[in-house]
């Protein structure tokens, strides 16, 4: 079973549609999670961090649920900027973080 | 947030010779470098953790000696692909994490091996 699974997507939804990606853990020592935003042939660029229930930047709102393990990315608004692939990712502390493979959205005019 | 060069930002090299990639933080120190290998529309693959002063850990299925890392400093880290061969060619991504438990990306580095 991987440590950090996402649903790939892809999510192609209209400009203005509010969505969601859920992203679930395996490993019950991870203490922090982010989610990091990936663009076609570029690196990969912190996004939000999630260190308790969750936290809200703008249109995004990240929830982490430590007792069904799963941390959740809502976006509102989508803009066509938007489109990305989105990963989540798990931090256990003293290791490597674990990413997921990611999970794409493509907002549409 | 924090800044991560990645140098060179692309390179393209005979088959057979080595490539140097170097990867800097620029307003932290790095306790910890990773490097990343990414190939197209694939995801992230982890080759190695690098702390500064220690010799790097590498993941299952990397060769040490192939892909060589040195953390001399705690803005400095650098991987050395030696002998490189077609099946190289990869994204080639630093990430440096400082005293918060938040990670940074560099760039990139495109690699191509003719």
């Known amino acids: 079973r991987k440590e950090v699974e996402q649903d790939p997507g892809p999510f192609n939804v209209p400009e203005g549609a509010t969505v969601a990606f859920n992203c679930t853990y395996s490993?019950?020592?991870?203490?922090?999670f982010f989610w990091y935003r990936q663009d076609c042939r570029k690196e990969p660029k912190l996004l939000m961090s999630?260190?308790?229930s969750g936290n809200e930047d703008g249109r995004f709102t990240a929830q982490l649920n430590r007792a069904s393990q799963y941390i959740s990315l809502l976006i509102r608004d989508s803009k066509l900027s938007d489109s990305a692939t989105y990963l989540c990712?798990?931090?256990?502390?003293?290791?490597?973080?674990?990413f997921g493979k990611g999970t794409r959205l493509s907002v549409i005019a | 947030g924090a800044v991560v060069s990645q140098h060179p930002s692309w390179v393209i090299c005979k088959s057979g010779t080595s490539v140097k990639i170097e990867c800097r933080s620029l307003?932290?120190?790095?306790?910890?470098m990773f490097w990343y290998r990414q190939f197209p529309k694939q995801s992230l693959m982890l080759m190695a953790t690098?702390?500064?002063?220690?010799?790097?850990?590498?993941e299952q299925g990397v060769e040490k000696d192939k892909f060589l890392i040195n953390h001399a400093s705690l803005t400095l880290s650098t991987l050395t692909v030696t002998s490189a061969h077609p099946e190289d060619s990869s994204f080639y991504i630093c990430?440096?994490?400082?005293?918060?438990?938040?990670?940074?990306f560099g760039p990139g580095t495109r690699l191509t091996v003719t």
């Open positions: 990712v798990s931090d256990s502390g003293n290791t490597p973080l674990v």
């Open positions: 490993n019950s020592a991870s203490q922090s």
């Open positions: 990430s440096a994490r400082g005293r918060v438990y938040e990670q940074y």
């Open positions: 307003d932290f120190q790095a306790t910890t």
């Open positions: 999630v260190y308790s």
């Open positions: 690098s702390n500064e002063g220690s010799k790097a850990t590498y």
